[in-house]
């Protein structure tokens, strides 16, 4: 077992207890265009996206996939930011952003950069990606392309399978314009009356419950055929529209503002206030019109007069609109074109001492701390086992857990679910406001409340983004602690794609600081101390911010120093100064962040000493991690939050400290492999663009670093045993 550092106790305590202001920092000396602006540097991380779907070297399937998650994300982008920056626009709140540029001048930029993206997407698909699906034997076709035999059979699907489920909706004095929903693909259809030569316009829904590439009959080739359905439906709308002549047909999408906002009153039901504020998002205002690039003035002129938008949020496209839908295509069988099958180990302090047997996980975690890096190690056999394994111990007393995303047939619920009605009690804090899932906790929360668990929803104006479960076990000795702190949400569906680090460990320090954090979400305690933990929204800034600001002294002094930070976002400024501070001290500072990046690095007089990187891949790097020099003895965290205003200020984060030798080393190799010069990633320049580094000086790709991480932990599994 790993000797591990000694603690004094109160050590994170007692180092805050001197620190009761947060640190004043010194601006005089940094400019003031020192950031970055947080919306565009998010279109730059999704044109990271877009970069490994116009990549041949990437699995052709798994291109299909990057294109289709570049999309949906745009589509969040405009729901969320884009709508929340309109809004405040519109009510006088916008305030300058931190470049200081006005909120308009920024909407500006946003669209510029939007309709180049989204350009550039279309024609990934159309001329890269949809050539090499034909080479493939994967055809994505045409009406116009189909023999008559296919589109006799199509004519039969129509008929039997989708006309049925169609609602055209007319538009006249009688009709008013419909509501078009958000993200739905839509047909605008123009007919003229031949009795009368009237003309008239309807709007069709395209169904979301149907399949968005249908799949054509085999045709004895081996090739498989898809035609999209809005396609499918355009060529039968004589069908729809007996008697009348068709002018005109094209295809449109909406996205609407679905950013949803609660006044929480502590006198409210938070989920009543919830549900009618979801039932709002519905009908939340247009903030962009997607059309394509055929559609006549007359039809767009009536879509931007009902719908009410500018010019700048129209964007014509050509067909297929909403090529999200390519997540159909890319689950396709065929696995010469996915990335190669990887299959999760279990963590070798799980894995069973002896063959069909479980593994004693409490034995296991009581003999040493364990550190668990998913998806490389599997989330089946370590977190989930772990709370199995607690509802199932006569010997445990309580579980408490947060939960703020989950997967819709969750084993982590129904392990909670089973703990209470075993008489165990259960606590489990549902974060409902969490954003696109708070329908699905409500109806979660529910469920565990009908089953006896104690459910609570956190403190009012904050949400609780911690990942943390708590159990209580009795022993000879006495109560135990058993304590999982994680990085990323208990959701079994996401640990396959998401990676994270998870610490499990039945040290003392970390299960009081739990329960002393457990009590102050569910009852009315203010804690003001944690001695292995660091806790937004009270101590989690300051605490960073200390130790900044001791390798800042410490460079000063001659003393070695260094500060390695990984991070989804980074945008607070009070952070960022602090960090360009300390690069003017000489600290080496290496930011490994996947999203949005404020920080200027490489900016002479400020943040010279600062590297950034970035990597996107097969996983989505998901895990937090804060890693201090301190002169040799290094602290290193590992939690929930990231460097935005929100996570420091407005949510409920925790980090735990990493103590085990072997856990920081593990650490360290992983920002080496990260930032290493022989390591495929992109690198933010100081202008604000990311360059691709993925080959090196031999025209021979560069190391992928989770191709790297997937033998590694294999291979150290193995040599374990």
């Known amino acids: 077992m790993d000797a591990e550092p000694q603690l004094d106790g109160e050590s994170v305590a007692s180092d805050l207890d001197d620190f009761d202001e947060i640190v004043a920092v ?87 950069e939007a309709h180049a993206l989204q350009d550039r997407h279309a024609k990934a698909f159309a001329e890269v990606l949809k050539p090499d699906l034909d080479e493939a034997g994967i055809h994505v076709e045409h009406w116009s392309d189909l023999e008559e035999a296919d589109r006799v059979r199509m004519r039969e699907y129509f008929t039997g399978q ?22 739905s693909l839509n047909l605008s259809i123009r007919v003229r009356n031949p009795k009368t030569a009237r003309q008239e316009f309807a709007r069709l829904k395209v169904p979301q419950m149907l399949p968005r590439f249908v799949q054509l009959p085999d045709d004895g080739s081996g090739r498989l055929r898809f035609i999209p359905l809005e396609d499918l439906i355009a060529n039968h709308l004589g069908d ?32 009543q206030a919830l549900e009618k504020e979801l039932l709002r998002r519905r009908f939340g205002p247009p903030i962009r019109l997607e059309i394509t690039d055929d559609m006549d003035d007359v039809t767009l002129d009536l879509l931007v007069r009902e719908l009410d938008i500018t010019e700048n949020e129209v964007y014509r496209l050509p067909s297929p609109l ?46 040493e701390d364990i550190l668990v890096h998913h998806p490389y190690e599997s989330f089946a056999t370590s977190v989930q086992a772990f709370l199995e394994q607690a509802a199932a111990d006569p010997h445990v007393l309580a579980i408490k857990q947060t939960l703020y995303r989950t997967s819709g047939d969750s084993p982590i619920i129904e392990a909670l679910i089973d703990a209470a009605e075993a008489g165990k009690q259960v606590l489990a804090l549902v974060e409902i406001k969490a954003r696109f899932d708070e329908q699905n906790n409500i109806t979660w929360a529910r469920k565990l409340e009908k089953a006896g668990v104690h459910v ?33 949400n208990y959701n079994p569906k996401t640990s396959r794609i998401y990676e994270d680090l998870g610490l499990f460990t039945a040290d003392d320090i970390v299960g009081k600081d739990l329960t002393r954090l457990f009590n102050e979400l569910s009852g009315y305690a203010i804690e003001k101390k944690f001695r292995r933990l660091l806790v937004a929204p009270l101590h989690l800034r300051k605490g960073l911010l200390k130790r900044i600001t001791a390798e800042a002294e410490n460079a000063r002094a001659g003393k070695p120093s260094g500060i390695r930070i990984k991070v989804n976002s980074i945008v607070d400024e009070q952070i960022i100064d602090a960090l360009y501070l300390a690069s003017q001290a000489g600290v080496p500072i290496d930011i490994w962040v996947r ?48 460097m935005m205003h929100r996570n420091l200020d407005r949510r409920v984060e925790a980090l735990v ?54 033998r590694q932990i294999s291979s150290r599994k193995r040599s374990a045993r």
């Open 26 to 112: 010194e601006h005089e000396s940094l400019p003031t265009d020192r950031y970055f602006d947080r919306e565009l540097s998010w279109l730059r991380f999704n044109q990271r996206v877009l970069e490994l779907g116009e990549d041949r070297t990437v699995p052709l399937l798994e291109r299909a996939n990057f294109l289709a998650i570049f999309a949906t994300n745009l589509d969040e982008f405009f729901m969320v930011r884009v709508a929340g920056l309109k809004r405040r626009i519109d009510t006088g709140l916008a305030v300058p952003t931190n470049v200081g540029r006005a909120p308009l001048d920024v909407l500006s930029d946003i669209a510029r």
């Open 162 to 183: 989708i006309f049925p489920v169609l609602m055209p909706l007319a538009v006249d004095p009688a009709h008013p314009f419909p509501y078009i929903s958000g993200l």
């Open 240 to 271: 729809l529209f007996p008697g009348m002549e068709i002018i005109e047909h094209h295809v449109f999408r909406v996205t609407r503002n679905e950013d949803v906002e609660i006044e929480e009153d502590e006198t409210e039901n938070l989920i």
């Open 322 to 367: 909403d090529l999200g839908g390519l997540f159909e295509l890319s689950k396709i069988s065929r696995p010469d074109l996915h990335y190669p099958k990887h299959v999760p180990t279990t963590a070798v302090q799980m894995q069973p001492t002896e063959p069909n047997l479980k593994p004693d996980l409490f034995r296991a975690i009581s003999r």
């Open 456 to 488: 609570v929803y956190g403190l009012v104006g904050l949400k609780t983004h911690s990942k943390l479960v708590l159990v209580i076990r009795q022993e000879k000795n006495g109560l135990r602690h058993y304590s999982h702190i994680g990085t990323g």
């Open 595 to 642: 999203g949005i990046c404020a920080l200027k690095p490489g900016m002479e007089g400020y943040s010279e000493t600062i590297r950034v990187r970035s990597i996107v891949g097969r996983y989505l790097e998901h895990s937090r991690v804060f890693s201090f020099h301190n002169d040799g003895d290094p602290t290193t965290w590992i939690g929930s939050a990231d």
């Open 657 to 710: 400290r990493l103590t085990s030798p072997r856990h920081l080393e593990e650490v360290d190799n992983l920002f080496a492999l990260a930032m290493a010069e022989t390591t495929s990633s992109w690198h933010l320049e100081s202008d604000g663009e990311w360059t691709r580094h993925s080959v090196g000086s031999d025209d021979e790709p560069l190391e992928d670093m989770q191709n790297s991480l997937m």
